[in-house]
């Protein structure tokens, strides 16, 4: 079991760049899949990316290719997602999520069992 902590939020002009981070405790956390999911007010919870635990394998929603970039550190139990080119739409509160196994649903908010508690991101137009 691994317990996740997001950082790095705020708030940035369109256009701007944010890089968040989700640190986690817990000595097995370089063998998870970790997701980024974002949510924004009155909407459902959604997959923005996602990264294997190797770093082998990543997908992205289609409103974010080529803008974010997620990535992993696993000496420093640390996922991060790179936001580029930041549009408004883009703002949500963005959670990380991660499983000790790789699901083909991996888009799915279900296919996770750990959270962490979101950081928000809001970008002005």
């Known amino acids: 079991q691994v317990q996740l902590v997001e950082s790095g939020g705020g708030l940035v002009q369109a256009g701007g760049s944010l890089r968040l981070s989700c640190a986690a405790s817990g000595r097995t956390f370089s063998t998870y899949t970790v997701a980024w999911f974002r949510q924004a007010p009155g909407k459902e919870r959604e997959f923005v990316a996602v990264?294997?635990?190797?770093?082998?394998?990543?997908y992205y929603t289609d409103s974010v290719k080529g803008r974010f970039t997620i990535s992993r550190d696993n000496a420093k139990n640390t996922v991060y997602l790179q936001m580029n080119s930041l549009k408004p739409e883009d703002t949500a509160v963005y959670y990380c999520?991660?499983?000790?196994?790789?699901?083909?649903?991996?888009?799915?908010?279900?296919?996770?069992?750990?959270w962490g508690q979101g950081t928000q991101v809001t970008v002005s137009s």
């Open positions: 990264i294997s635990w190797n770093s082998a394998g990543t």
């Open positions: 999520a991660a499983d000790p196994i790789w699901r083909g649903n991996y888009a799915s908010r279900y296919s996770y069992h750990e």
